[in-house]
């Protein structure tokens, strides 16, 4: 299962960003599929989830009402919309995947990563 992230950048705060994580079929089809983060010195936190076929959406409080994760069929990516972007969701954003639901799973267990992409937020 391959992972393949991108769309981080430098913006301000209250402005929107959206990552996307480009998947193998595989993944696609039998995987939850989610977002993690982790900002400099702390560990790695869940962010967003979708189920294996993708039919609920689980978020952590911290991103709620402000973060939408959806997933494309077409081009096998799951998509995160980050809006109002605050400085301390500043970090380096990583896509997953796991067959076990990844919002209950902990971060050692997770089978699959890609690599990160940053988001830095300026106040």
């Known amino acids: 299962v391959q992972l393949q992230a991108s769309g981080g950048g430098l913006v301000q705060a209250g402005d929107a960003l959206r990552l996307t994580c480009v998947t193998s079929t595989r993944a696609f089809s039998g995987y939850s599929l989610g977002w993690f983060r982790q900002a400099p010195g702390k560990e790695r936190e869940f962010v967003a989830a979708?189920?294996?076929?993708?039919?609920?959406?689980f978020y952590a409080d911290s991103v709620k009402g402000r973060f939408a994760i959806s997933r494309d069929s077409a081009d096998y990516t799951v998509n995160l919309q980050m809006n109002s972007l605050k400085p301390e969701d500043t970090a380096a954003y990583y896509c997953?995947?796991?067959?076990?639901?990844?919002?209950?799973?902990?971060?050692?267990?997770?089978?699959?990563w890609g690599q990160g992409t940053q988001v830095t937020v300026s106040s």
């Open positions: 997953a995947a796991d067959p076990r639901p990844l919002q209950m799973s902990k971060v050692s267990s997770i089978k699959y």
């Open positions: 979708l189920s294996r076929f993708g039919n609920n959406a």
